[in-house]
Nanobody, 123 residues
């Protein structure tokens, strides 16, 4: 089992930046991919970004490419999502996810999920 706790959400004006963090605990000695997803009110959860165990492979949704950066520090069991040039349409609850694999996982087929952190971008 892996437990995930997100932090770093908040209210920001359009054009601003936020950095989300996700700390993993539990069975973190086995390699795991990490991903970020988001869900806006009335919409389905959607993929945002993913990174593999080594950090050498990353994937992004087209809507965030060039604005968001996913990274990780395995020594700290932490993944990050740096979000720049935020837009009102980025408003959502952001979820961190983990899956025991060395590959990057860009679908929602993750075994472990955090509780989410709210990101609100005002216009």
């Amino acid at each position: 089992q892996v437990q995930l706790v997100e932090s770093g959400g908040g209210l920001v004006q359009a054009g601003g930046s936020l950095r989300l963090s996700c700390v993993a605990s539990g069975r973190t000695f086995s390699p795991y991919a990490m991903g970020w997803f988001r869900q806006a009110p009335g919409k389905e959860r959607e993929f945002v970004a993913a990174i593999n165990w080594s950090g050498g492979s990353r994937d992004y949704a087209d809507s965030v490419k060039g604005r968001f950066t996913i990274s990780r520090e395995n020594a700290k069991n932490t993944a990050y999502l740096q979000m720049n040039s935020l837009k009102p349409e980025d408003t959502a609850v952001y979820y961190c996810a983990a899956q025991h694999t060395i590959l990057v996982v860009s679908t929602a087929k993750y075994d472990y999920w955090g509780q989410g952190t709210q990101v609100t971008v005002s216009s």
